[in-house]
């Protein structure tokens, strides 16, 4: 297992100029023959956050979680911006391989660095989120502090979890198309039941609390929450760090076996 996750490190630092560039094409490709070309990079997660602001805070009347605190539509920001990135993630970011057959089976490039293409070019579109999040962040009255320094640890953290998880099932979703669309139709039920839209610590059923203590998606939306909003570090939440740990150490071993054992058959199934 060691020697698998040596050669993905190796694989991934020697093409590491071309999985820059490529990435960089991903984006221009995707902005390709629009007017408002990279525009659409924000148009889309503005129109998803206003249409949910309307819903709760106007609709619902779901207000702040502190009344005394920042507006809600920072609460809001701080959990939904992370999840644009995990939402694309789980959707593309699963079966790379069918996205980059040509990188496969013409080029013979390395599997890991395809799903690290697509990591990488869905973690730019998030840093351009994060800037757009920290001006609504300073829009709001709220000043430079010192838990703002964690939003680059979780971005790394949050970069090495999920290009992971797109190693993992890229390679999966190659071989079996039906764990590509039971991935994709999971989409839904993890952006609802994660805790995107609503405090997770005020759940009071014990067992959904641990399950959600090793929900990735509900660490890494808490996190950001708490470096924007909460001012709290995410590491004083013990219970949830450690689900997050242990799945990240799950999903590190569960990659390496599977890599090992289907590096090969993929360009064959391809």
């Not at 020697?14 to 991903?26: N, V």
């Not at 579109?125 to 979780?154: E, K, N, R, S, T």
Request: charged share 15%; net charge neutral.
């Amino acid at each position: 297992m060691l020697n698998t996750l040596a050669t993905i490190f190796k694989d991934n630092w020697e093409w590491r100029k071309q999985i820059g560039r490529l990435a960089m094409f991903e984006l221009v490709k995707k902005s390709r023959g629009a007017v408002l070309s990279w525009a659409w990079f924000f148009i889309k997660p503005a129109i998803y956050i206003f249409c949910f602001w309307f819903a709760l805070a106007l609709g619902l009347r779901v207000g702040s979680p502190d009344p005394s605190g920042p507006p809600y539509l920072l609460w809001l920001c701080a959990g939904i911006i992370p999840w644009f990135f995990m939402q694309d993630m789980l959707n593309a970011g699963v079966d790379v391989m069918h996205r980059y057959p040509y990188l496969v089976n013409k080029i013979k490039f390395p599997l890991s660095g395809i799903s690290s293409i697509f990591t990488l070019a869905t973690m730019i579109v998030q840093l351009m989120l994060m800037v757009a999040l920290f001006v609504i962040y300073f829009a709001c009255g709220m000043g430079f502090d010192v838990y703002l320094l964690q939003v680059p640890v979780l971005l790394a953290l949050m970069f090495m979890f999920w290009d992971a998880v797109s190693i993992l099932c890229s390679q999966l979703s190659a071989i079996s198309k039906d764990f590509a669309n039971l991935i994709h139709a999971m989409g839904t039920p993890f952006f609802w039941l994660s805790g995107v839209l609503f405090p997770v610590q005020d759940i009071d059923v014990g067992w959904i609390q641990t399950i959600l203590d090793f929900n990735p998606i509900t660490f890494f939306v808490t996190a950001f929450r708490n470096a924007f909003y909460d001012k709290t570090w995410f590491w004083e939440d013990t219970p949830m760090c450690v689900g997050f740990l242990v799945a990240f150490a799950v999903t590190v071993v569960v990659m390496a076996i599977i890599y090992r054992k289907f590096n090969e058959e993929v360009a064959d199934v391809l």
